[in-house]
């Protein structure tokens, strides 16, 4: 599939006579290469992609950035690491209590580390308060689930921007409380749905936007990321601090339905426990069987016989929906939008996380017709 990033990202393809192509460049894992600024222009910067003759050019950002990153040492830090170096910006200080944080070499060798929250606190405020420049713009958040409020709080009281990581909140009370606080700063949180920018999933909201059926689509959704027993021995297996499965490892997928099938109208839950979920939910336009896993033995044998420990699948009407690639420059994306103006702000995650916090909540109800056939395996219970 190729789609024209200037369509849907601040990208545009140029040519030499100036013209608009069609490329599949971020498709193809190809990424930008930033050409140091001249002297005296520190905040004009251009990137360049070259392909085929043709050059990508960055609009809709002016400046560098200032940021700093709570969560270093977490399993999704090193990607906003590289969206943050992609996009042209400078990672100037980074907080997490473990100090196995040897990436930030790979990315910002020069950037203040803390272990200490209190004195990353104190090293972010001194900045606010010289000002000379070195105030920090954006802070992205990468720690655990149920620090997420805490660090945006901290974030939009301390002057900037926040980039958090899914799930935003674990409850949907929470969304309301952090709307006021920018409302007070004057402060913005973006959140990370990368979903909505994959280009499979993007031609497939545009499908049924087109289509307009009268009848609902019907969708099975199964996603199996196999964990081993050190994750139950983590925050990721406390559903207090994580919010339990279908919270930890569903969330971007319950909003991608969301996005493309319209408002929620029935969460029934099938099967919930500390390491799988399952369950059954009605849109707008379509109805959705939907499986989540960490358990290996939830791959298809087949599969699992070649020594594939991850199985990610979605139908729409029995057709599958390909988009097993492109997922790796997603963040790259994400960040482009953000500091274009155009982010996900927090109203765009309520949905999501009324739907996890309805899961976690209920009660699991008999299997029936419109339970996932993965249900149907022995091994399940």
């Not at 059954?280 to 109805?287: D, G, Q, S, V």
């Not at 729409?316 to 790259?332: A, Q, Y």
């Amino acid at each position: 599939m190729s789609f024209c990033v200037g369509r849907i990202f601040p990208w545009e393809a140029v040519t030499q006579k100036g013209g608009c192509q069609v490329s599949s460049a971020w498709q193809q894992g190809q990424h930008p290469s930033w050409k140091t600024p001249r002297r005296g222009t520190r905040h004009r910067w251009h990137i360049h992609l070259r392909l085929q003759g043709r050059s990508l050019r960055r609009t809709g950002i002016t400046s560098m950035k200032n940021f700093a990153l709570i969560g270093a040492a977490g399993y999704i830090a090193p990607r906003h690491m590289q969206a943050i170096k992609a996009t042209g910006n400078m990672l100037l200080a980074a907080f997490d209590p473990n100090d196995s944080v040897g990436i930030i070499d790979s990315h910002f060798p020069n950037a203040d580390f803390f272990t200490e929250f209190e004195r990353f606190d104190r090293h972010v405020d001194m900045r606010r308060r010289a000002r000379n420049g070195g105030q920090i713009d954006y802070v992205a958040i990468c720690s655990p689930n149920y620090l997420h409020d805490s660090h945006m709080r901290f974030a939009l009281r301390s002057g900037a921007h926040a980039i958090c990581e899914k799930p935003v909140v674990l409850n949907p009370w929470n969304i309301d409380g952090l709307e006021e606080i920018e409302q007070e700063t004057g402060r913005k949180i973006n959140t990370i749905l990368q979903l909505r920018l994959h280009p499979a999933i993007i031609a497939l909201r545009d499908k049924v936007a087109r289509e307009r059926r009268s009848t609902k689509y019907e969708v099975e959704l199964a996603y199996v990321t196999s964990r081993g027993h050190w994750y139950l021995q983590s925050w990721k297996g406390d559903q207090k601090k994580s919010g339990g499965i279908a919270t930890n490892i569903g969330v971007h997928f319950f909003d991608m339905l969301h996005h493309i099938f319209g408002k929620l109208q029935s969460n029934v839950v099938h099967l919930s426990n500390d390491t799988k979920a399952a369950g059954y939910l009605e849109y707008e336009h379509a109805r959705v069987r939907w499986f989540l896993s960490v358990d290996v033995e939830d791959v298809p044998a087949a599969l699992r016989d070649t020594g594939l420990r991850t199985y990610r699948s979605i139908t729409v009407d029995g057709d599958e929906i390909e988009f097993s690639g492109g997922f790796t420059d997603l963040h790259d994306r994400s960040y482009v939008e953000i500091l274009a103006g155009r982010g996900f702000g927090l109203e765009e995650c309520r949905t999501a996380i009324e739907t996890v916090a309805a899961i976690r909540g209920g009660k699991p109800m008999s299997r029936d017709v419109d339970s996932h056939p993965f249900l149907a395996r022995k091994k399940i219970a």
